[in-house]
């Protein structure tokens, strides 16, 4: 029941559908091809149907619509009662829109239209290449497919030929969609006989075949690294290797091109070479033209032919380390011998032809009249003692297997011949390289070399000798290995046929920099820290480029002539006033002074005008106390009330004049100020009373209290209040009649003179 | 197993692996020198020495690739390659796959020729064998690898006929062989039987290549300026199968 009810609602849909195709179908269009190779021409036509509603008794006609625009009328034409068509004769454009309309009038309706695209055939498959897997044993193909066109299917197939047994074997494969790559299946590629493949393209335009490849699979392989089983070394020099194939190609007999690469090891001549060969596995190699007495290291590689662009190499194999066989050391050594008297230092290195030829290398230095060992060594020179009829050394070197034959050294002791010019010059080329220029030598002595030797300066201890001999008609040559900012001691020494010239040695620096220090005054030449020759320095002479040498020998005479200079012109001149009292101003001597001379105008003389520019400043060097002895208290012995008194009298009133010394005890400005005098007083010092003051002279030592005794006074003594003060031993500082006495006591106290009280003083 | 002269062959095996003669094999290597005499040596000379080098090359992949093979499509512990006892005890059922060609050994052209073309005959009655065995049962990549190396063998070796002017045609088909090959498989009506069929034809295979080896090796030495260059390994196993 159901599907009778499934199948009575599909008619129904069947049909309705069918009445929806017929009443909008109008015309039908065609073009023998959607797509079509661009630029070539492309034929519609357009049937318009009997029933069509815009035709049915209307008059009407076709147009065509390229791209939206109205096709030119010659393009169209009429095939028959109701078919149209039309022709464009070079279709370019990728997309085109061909739409048949019917007009009436100039009201025209689109009845039907079709896409028609202008394509290309596919463009030809490009680097097809091919490589075999000989541990997976693919064989797999790829290639570039070029600008596809995204919208127009492309099949590529790939096809392999090959001749076997008088038979062409082809095989195709189609490849999958998309994909640009195929691995063959064995059963269809040789290993070892020649094929043909190349790859097609297609569509529905054309195809394109890309190029062919011809060769043998196992050409394009990537071997395993070969093994070297085993090294044997021949007494010529020669190793001869025994080698074989990776496990999995093991089963291969023909000749294969490989490369054997050898590395000397701990060799101060390194040396790598690499030697090819085409030789079938597991037969013998032969490498000669080796160091002896050397160590190299081995490694090979293999491809299936150099003479093929297909083929690659392998990884390198395992490195295995032979030794050649040693023999005796040969070639040159190149010596240098110093001799200073008995002292002889010979230096000596390998010159370019020079093989140690083995290991263990030691040097013999030997002299043969007297036969006499003089040094056996490892290093590179060797200091001895040589006696005056030894005109020859001989250095032989000696290795694990023999001795090299003798080097001959002459002894040259003669020393006073020409020497080598001075005007070296010194180029810094780069950090660790310099050029050194030398001038010739006189004339008259023939030259026959020259030996340069240079030493590191700065390294503790010395720095071993370096040295290079030179062919005569060289004149510089660039020292290299050398640390940069380090001062290197450089001689170049003159060989003659006699014997050795007098050196000419400088300092040279590769490349310099500021000092790191600042310079020291002295005479040495060398500081570490000097980082390069120091060309100027401040000083009080010298402001121009002089190096450390002569600017001291310039200065220091210079100092002495000026000071005798200046001395002279004293001496001439220093008894002059003037010049006595610009120089030396007079000042006197405090100890033979007194107070009475500087009144006079005799002891101003010799002193400079005293020119009162600014107000003087106060200093109170010493004081003097008045002491009323009414007071109630007990009088004291030590203690004088100075400061009840001082700060009642503090004034220094001009209108009493006669008070010349103004007794101010401020206890700050009177610190340091010395107690000159105490002056007693029986009443109140207002009262002027008739009986003069005593004096009592303090503890003092006032350096202007008279140069007879320059001395301490005598000590501070206790006066009684009453009546015992003319007992006292007193002056007076008001004399009623001056008399002798006084005026002795007024020269004993100067500065009291300014205490004179009369009737009309008012204190 | 290499009927013909074994104890020579297998003496050039011996030798071929050691890295100076021995003085029997010397002796024997002379007196093959001897009996080869002049005009095989013309038609050894004009033969292409890759050719020879490539065929060499495949004889020794099928010697290795043959226990790959079997072990990867036999999957019978009873049926073990190589195995001498195994090899006995089959003799009975052995007749169901037909026999390989026996090598003559080469000492002039006409025993060239004649081995030449055995050569032939026998790889592609193994590669008719295994085609057959492989309706029943289903190859494997190591079986399919065989294959290849058979029908490339077999391309070289025609190669090197015509290189020294022999004319294949000459040698009539081998029609038993192909009979019983077509009746193979009456006898393949049980998974035991395919096995064995199986086995027998690569135990086959291998011994002949063992043959075709001694041929090759006795080819290289007859040929001047060909030095010796043999995989210690297919020797090895070519001697341990030949029970020496």
């Known amino acids: 029941m159901a599907s009778v009810w499934l199948v009575l609602v599909l008619w129904i849909f069947v049909n309705a559908l069918i009445k929806v195709i017929q009443a909008s179908s109008c015309a039908q269009i065609h073009t023998p091809a959607s797509v079509v190779l661009a630029g070539s021409p492309v034929s519609v036509s357009c049937s318009i149907e009997d029933e069509c509603p815009l035709t049915k008794g209307k008059d009407f006609r076709v147009a065509w619509k390229i791209n939206n625009h109205f096709a030119p009328s010659n393009l169209s034409y009429q095939e028959s009662n109701r078919t149209y068509g039309l022709i464009i004769p070079s279709l370019l454009d990728t997309d085109t829109f061909i739409q048949c309309a019917v007009c009436e009038g100039e009201n025209?309706?689109?009845?039907?239209?079709?896409?028609?695209?202008?394509?290309?055939?596919?463009?030809?498959?490009?680097?097809?290449?091919?490589?075999?897997n000989l541990t997976s044993k693919r064989f797999l193909c790829q290639w570039d497919p070029g600008q596809e066109m995204?919208?127009?299917?492309?099949?590529?197939?790939?096809?392999?030929?090959?001749?076997?047994?008088?038979?062409v074997l082809s095989y195709k494969y189609v490849i999958p969609v998309g994909k640009h790559f195929h691995l063959i299946p064995r059963e269809s590629y040789p290993l070892l006989l020649k094929v043909e493949i190349n790859v097609t393209a297609v569509n529905v335009l054309g195809n394109a075949t890309s190029e062919t490849l011809k060769l043998i699979p196992l050409e394009t392989a990537m071997f395993d690294p070969p093994e070297i089983n085993g090294i044997e070394a021949d007494a010529v020099g020669c190793l001869n290797y025994s080698w074989s194939l990776g496990k999995s190609q093991q089963w291969l007999t023909i000749a294969i091109s490989l490369e054997l690469r050898l590395k000397t090891v701990n060799n101060r001549q390194n040396k790598e070479l690499v030697v090819p060969f085409t030789k079938k596995p597991r037969s013998k190699l032969n490498v000669c033209d080796l160091f002896h007495g050397?160590?190299?290291?081995?490694?090979?590689?293999?491809?299936?032919?150099?003479?093929?662009?297909?083929?690659?190499?392998?990884?390198?194999?395992?490195?295995?380390?032979?030794?050649?066989?040693?023999?005796?050391?040969?070639?040159?050594?190149?010596?240098?011998?110093?001799?200073?008297?008995?002292?002889?230092?010979?230096?000596?290195?390998?010159?370019?032809?020079?093989?140690?030829?083995?290991?263990?290398?030691?040097?013999?230095?030997?002299?043969?009249?007297?036969?006499?060992?003089?040094?056996?060594?490892?290093?590179?020179?060797?200091?001895?003692?040589?006696?005056?009829?030894?005109?020859?050394?001989?250095?032989?070197?000696?290795?694990?297997?023999?001795?090299?034959?003798?080097?001959?050294?002459?002894?040259?002791?003669?020393?006073?011949?020409?020497?080598?010019?001075?005007?070296?010059?010194?180029?810094?080329?780069?950090?660790?390289?310099?050029?050194?220029?030398?001038?010739?030598?006189?004339?008259?002595?023939?030259?026959?070399?020259?030996?340069?030797?240079?030493?590191?300066?700065n390294e503790m201890p010395a720095a071993p000798l370096s040295f290079t001999l030179m062919d005569k008609n060289i004149s510089s040559t660039i020292l290299t290995g050398l640390r940069p900012y380090q001062p290197y001691e450089v001689s170049i020494y003159p060989k003659y046929d006699k014997g050795i010239g007098i050196p000419c040695t400088l300092v040279a620096y590769s490349i310099q920099k500021a000092s790191s220090v600042a310079p020291v005054l002295n005479t040495r030449e060398y500081s570490n820290e000097r980082n390069g020759t120091i060309r100027g320095k401040q000083s009080l002479v010298v402001h121009q480029n002089l190096n450390g040498i002569e600017m001291m020998l310039f200065v220091i005479p210079a100092c002495i002539g000026l000071s005798l200079l200046v001395f002279v012109v004293f001496a001439c001149f220093g008894k002059h006033e003037r010049v006595k009292m610009c120089l030396w101003p007079i000042i006197p001597d405090p100890a033979n002074s007194s107070i009475k001379r500087w009144t006079t105008t005799d002891s101003m003389q010799g002193m400079p005008p005293f020119k009162e520019d600014k107000e003087p400043v106060l200093v109170y060097l010493s004081h003097f106390s008045l002491l009323d002895l009414d007071e109630k208290e007990p009088f004291k012995s030590d203690y004088v009330k100075e400061n009840q008194w001082s700060h009642h009298i503090d004034s220094c009133d001009e209108s009493h004049s006669s008070f010349q010394t103004c007794v101010r005890c401020d206890s700050e400005?009177?610190?340091?100020?010395?107690?000159?005098?105490?002056?007693?007083?029986?009443?109140?010092?207002?009262?002027?009373?008739?009986?003069?003051?005593?004096?009592?002279?303090?503890?003092?030592?006032?350096?202007?209290?008279?140069a007879d005794d320059p001395g301490s006074p005598p000590p501070y003594e206790n006066v009684s209040p009453r009546g015992s003060v003319s007992k006292v031993q007193r002056f007076t500082a008001f004399p009623q009649n001056p008399t002798e006495e006084n005026e002795e006591l007024w020269e004993e106290f100067p500065m009291l003179r300014s205490l004179e009280i009369t009737d009309t003083d008012h204190i | 197993m290499c009927v013909r002269s074994a104890s020579q062959c297998y003496a050039l095996l011996i030798a071929s692996v050691s890295h100076s003669l021995s003085p029997p094999a010397a002796i024997l290597v002379t007196l093959v020198g001897i009996v080869a005499s002049a005009p095989i040596s013309d038609k050894l000379d004009i033969l292409n020495k890759d050719t020879i080098e490539q065929a060499h090359s495949l004889i020794n992949k099928i010697l290795e690739d043959a226990p790959k093979a079997h072990a990867a499509w036999i999957n019978n512990k009873g049926l073990t390659l190589g195995d001498n006892t195994i090899r006995?005890?089959?003799?009975?059922?052995?007749?169901?796959?037909?026999?390989?060609?026996?090598?003559?050994?080469?000492?002039?052209?006409?025993?060239?020729?004649?081995?030449?073309?055995?050569?032939?005959?026998g790889l592609q009655l193994h590669l008719n064998l295994l085609n057959e065995i492989i309706k029943k049962l289903a190859q494997t990549d190591?079986?399919?690898?065989?294959?290849?190396?058979?029908?490339?063998?077999?391309?070289?070796?025609?190669?090197?006929?015509?290189?020294?002017?022999?004319?294949?045609?000459?040698?009539?088909?081998?029609?038993?062989?192909?009979?019983?090959?077509?009746?193979?498989?009456?006898?393949?009506?049980?998974e035991f039987m395919i096995q064995v069929a199986a086995h027998l034809t690569l135990q086959q295979l291998q011994d002949f290549s063992c043959d075709v080896l001694c041929s090759f090796l006795s080819i290289r030495r007859m040929t001047s300026n060909m030095s010796m260059a043999e995989n210690p390994k297919t020797v090895q196993l070519c001697i341990n199968a030949a029970g020496l």
């Open chain 1, 108 to 132: 025209c309706q689109i009845v039907n239209g079709v896409q028609v695209k202008a394509r290309y055939p596919p463009p030809v498959p490009q680097n097809l290449s091919c490589s075999l």
């Open chain 2, 88 to 121: 006995l005890q089959l003799n009975y059922l052995k007749s169901v796959i037909p026999s390989a060609p026996v090598l003559q050994n080469i000492s002039n052209i006409s025993s060239m020729e004649t081995c030449l073309a055995d050569m032939v005959k």
């Open chain 1, 150 to 167: 995204a919208d127009l299917a492309t099949k590529y197939t790939l096809h392999i030929f090959s001749v076997m047994s008088k038979k």
């Open chain 1, 669 to 706: 400005l009177d610190r340091d100020s010395v107690p000159y005098a105490t002056v007693l007083f029986d009443g109140p010092y207002q009262n002027h009373s008739s009986c003069p003051p005593p004096y009592v002279r303090s503890e003092s030592t006032q350096p202007l209290l008279g």
């Open chain 1, 294 to 457: 050397t160590n190299y290291s081995t490694t090979m590689r293999v491809k299936y032919s150099s003479l093929s662009k297909w083929s690659e190499w392998s990884e390198w194999s395992d490195p295995k380390i032979a030794a050649t066989v040693m023999k005796a050391p040969s070639g040159s050594l190149d010596t240098w011998l110093k001799v200073d008297d008995q002292n002889a230092q010979l230096y000596w290195k390998p010159s370019e032809n020079f093989r140690a030829n083995g290991w263990n290398l030691f040097y013999t230095v030997e002299s043969m009249e007297p036969k006499k060992i003089l040094c056996v060594t490892q290093e590179s020179h060797c200091f001895f003692n040589l006696i005056e009829r030894v005109e020859k050394v001989y250095l032989r070197a000696t290795n694990a297997a023999a001795s090299s034959n003798h080097t001959e050294v002459p002894v040259y002791r003669n020393r006073g011949l020409g020497s080598v010019s001075c005007s070296s010059n010194v180029h810094p080329q780069s950090e660790t390289s310099v050029e050194i220029e030398w001038g010739g030598t006189p004339t008259s002595l023939s030259v026959t070399g020259y030996v340069l030797e240079w030493r590191s300066l």
């Open chain 2, 142 to 190: 190591q079986v399919n690898v065989l294959k290849s190396e058979i029908q490339e063998l077999h391309s070289l070796i025609k190669k090197l006929q015509k290189q020294a002017g022999f004319d294949p045609s000459k040698h009539a088909k081998d029609e038993q062989s192909q009979t019983l090959v077509h009746d193979l498989h009456k006898h393949l009506t049980t």
